[in-house]
């Protein structure tokens, strides 16, 4: 069976309209892959920065996967949150990326979406806070029903992930 | 038969600098996390620097120059080591408090890295206890700084992020690709190189 290690780090994120934030991460694959180790999703710490823009998770990521077929090849989804000095949680983007298909060190930035209202609601945002979000999660990596969705661009997430395959060239696969 | 079942991997490098706009002297300990199928076979896990001062010239830099030098032994990738950074310093009273944590992976691919890793201090739930920590110089700590190496439990912490830790390291791995691991993408696939490759070839 081909094995696929993802060794990396959410390192932080930039360019969210206020700091104190927090990312729930998750990582999504198909039928045929089983995972042997590690943690499937998490959440980070909540950052604030004090004399910098970009809040850092360094929050650590280490997952084994096995597999039997290349169809549904991981994929990462992440849920940005702003939590403020009350403790309350407003949601701050949601964005995905694929798991990078070459082994190596990688650098990647996800953007990140949230769904925006109308424009009453937006007004309500800019108030209170608060915002529509989305009833099924799923539809942060999958490309279903984005059809119906009008949303509206917010900050970036910085992972560096590492990833080693093993017995992929056994099965002649080039990567 | 039996004797490559393990792969190697040494670490060489060194905590060369930090960047900490607020403080003047840190000094920093470091450990090593790694997993359970990981073994340290030479060098020293955890180790504590000199106490290092700022420069009074324009690149306010506070250096180290502190070597890491460790070779690890294992049969799977998986809980591939972590470097645990944990700074102290002085502050307004002359206690000894925590000025940063900071976690990075040792790389994956062989060859020589330069990394910059955030350093971030857990903060006091409520103002008073803001107040008193300052004032009674016992700042929040984590109990043992290899739990930022983990990802559970992080999130009920409040962290404030504060400068930044330069490290280098030179990563030689051996036995990764006899035990079918590839971290390098040129591994994977086999390239084929022609046998007359540079010789003149004059057939037209």
């Known amino acids: ?175 | 038969m039996a004797s490559s079942s393990v792969f190697l991997v040494m670490v060489s490098g060194q905590i060369e600098s930090a960047e900490f706009p607020e403080f003047d002297e840190i000094y920093l300990r470091y450990n090593l996390h790694y997993g359970q199928d990981w073994l340290v076979t030479s060098g020293l896990e955890e180790g504590i620097s000199q106490v290092a001062k700022k420069s009074q010239d324009d690149r306010q830099q506070i250096v180290w120059n502190f070597p890491i030098d460790v070779t690890f032994k294992s049969t799977n990738p998986h809980g591939w080591p972590q470097l645990v950074v944990h700074c102290y310093g002085s502050d307004f009273w002359g206690t000894e408090v925590s000025r940063g944590y900071g976690v990075c992976h040792i790389p994956i691919t062989p060859g020589k890295h330069k990394l910059k890793i955030p350093m971030f201090v857990p903060e006091s739930s409520s103002l008073l206890q803001k107040f008193t920590s300052w004032f009674l110089s016992r700042r929040p700590e984590y109990v043992d700084a290899r739990v930022i190496a983990r990802g559970e439990g992080r999130e009920v912490t409040r962290v404030r992020s504060q400068g930044f830790v330069n490290i280098s390291f030179n990563v030689i791995m051996k036995d990764m690709k006899k035990l079918g691991y590839d971290v390098l993408p040129s591994d994977v696939s086999t390239v084929n190189v022609p046998e007359n490759v540079g010789t003149t070839a004059t057939e037209a």
């Open chain 1, 1 to 175: 069976m081909a094995e696929v290690h993802i060794i990396g780090q959410i390192y932080g994120a930039t360019g969210f309209p206020e700091h104190s934030l927090f990312c729930k991460w998750g990582i999504h694959t198909g039928g045929a892959w089983k995972i042997l180790a590690g943690e499937r999703e998490g959440q980070s710490q909540v950052d604030n920065p004090v004399n910098h823009e970009a809040a850092f998770f360094a929050h650590p990521i280490d997952i084994h996967f096995a597999t039997k077929g290349l169809q549904g090849w991981p994929k990462l989804h992440f849920q940005v949150w702003h939590q403020d000095s009350f403790g309350r949680n407003e949601l701050y983007g949601y964005g995905f990326c694929h798991v990078p298909t070459s082994p190596g060190q990688h650098t990647i930035e996800c953007p990140t979406w949230r769904p925006s209202g109308t424009y009453r609601e937006q007004v309500t945002q800019s108030f209170l806070g608060g915002g529509p979000q989305l009833k099924n999660p799923d539809l942060i990596y999958s490309s279903a029903l984005r059809c119906k969705l009008t949303t509206v661009a917010m900050g970036t997430v910085h992972l560096k992930l590492g990833v080693i395959l093993r017995n992929f060239d056994k099965f002649g696969i080039e990567c």
